[in-house]
């Protein structure tokens, strides 16, 4: 693997994730209206937080791929692996953004919401990642 795949995966991980993650808070965040609840673009230190658990789901998702590049070379397989680290990733996100039930019952929040966007967060950045891997390989069976 080179520079070049890892720039690419990563900038594909966080553009599709990223809106993804807008896309959630702005269906289900926008019906908590309590004061004190503070959405991801209310607070800059909650972003930070975020931000460093996305760049563990990025390691995470890297190391799937090149397990599943490397030795299975299969791309159903990566396809569902990725799809269940998304989901995975959406549950984690449902429950530590909203609270572990505080905000979640008293404002109706639906966790399916997660699932849906964030499996088609999973779905899209599975494709992307295989043509970013076979253009990638095609290019170093050129050389």
């Known amino acids: 693997m080179n520079e070049k795949y890892f720039g690419l995966t990563l900038l594909s991980f966080i553009v599709i994730f990223s809106l993804g993650t807008m896309v959630v808070e702005i269906l289900e965040g926008t019906k908590i209206t309590t004061s004190e609840y503070v ?16 760049f563990i789901a990025y390691f995470l998702f890297c190391l799937v791929g090149f397990l599943v590049n490397r ?4 791309f159903i397989i990566k396809i569902v692996l990725f799809v269940a ?14 609270g572990y039930g505080d905000y ?9 919401t997660f699932y849906i966007i964030f499996f088609l967060c999973g779905l899209v950045y ?9 253009i ?7 050389l």
């Open 136 to 142: 990638q390989t095609r290019n170093r069976l050129q």
């Open 71 to 74: 030795y299975l070379h299969s």
């Open 126 to 134: 599975s494709f992307l990642e295989h043509v970013i891997y076979l």
């Open 85 to 98: 680290l998304s989901l995975s990733m959406a549950h984690w996100f449902f429950n530590h953004l909203y």
């Open 104 to 112: 979640i019952t008293e404002y109706n929040l639906n966790i399916g």
């Open 39 to 54: 959405g991801l673009t209310d607070d800059s230190g909650l972003i930070i937080f975020f931000a460093f658990y996305w």
